[in-house]
């Protein structure tokens, strides 16, 4: 047993810790680097040759993507399901030769806001959520990695805590 705790000591000082920190640290670059408005993403004023529902195949994977080709700029794509169902909820006449304002990330092709007709069809919304899944997720492991690295070093030595004179047997 005194094998299991030594490991388990360790595999909490030098993997626990360190992960907690990672994940902290990821959680708050995340908030700095992310895009929070809609005005940090590239914006793309062109006219819609095409647009329609893409689906294919890859790895036994389904996967639909929403497709708009403009006439300058090239084919940009909204991978999330909720856009996907107001970009096919839209009739398809109204859609090309129509003037558009997209907005996408300064590394990618993903349509994060979309507007034409001065309508905002696909609005920007941040995305919090990950951010917060990394800094609790890091605060967590790091806390509890600590206090356990604190709190039972007689895992790591194999010798038993001395409790204090007066203390029953």
């Not at 708050?28 to 195949?57: C, H, Q, R, W």
Request: charged share 25%; aromatic share 16%.
């Amino acid at each position: 047993m005194k094998y299991i705790k030594k490991y388990s000591y360790l595999h909490t000082a030098f993997i626990g810790i360190p992960t907690g920190l990672a994940f902290l640290i990821g959680g708050i670059v995340y908030f700095y680097k992310a895009p929070m408005d809609v005005n940090d993403l590239k914006k793309i004023e062109g006219v819609i040759i095409s647009a329609g529902l893409k689906t294919y195949y890859e790895n036994n994977q389904k996967y639909s993507h929403f497709l708009v080709e403009l006439d300058k700029y090239g084919v940009y794509k909204s991978v999330y399901g909720k856009h996907i169902e107001k970009l096919v909820n839209i009739p398809r006449d109204s859609f090309f030769n129509k003037d558009v304002d997209l907005w996408v990330s300064h590394n990618d092709d993903i349509i994060r806001q979309l507007q034409f007709d001065n309508q905002n069809i696909i609005k920007f919304t941040p995305r919090y959520w990950i951010g917060h899944v990394f800094l609790w997720f890091g605060l967590i492991t790091l806390i509890s990695s600590i206090i356990y690295v604190i709190k039972h070093p007689e895992d790591l030595t194999g010798k038993k805590k001395e409790k204090p004179k007066g203390e029953g047997k």
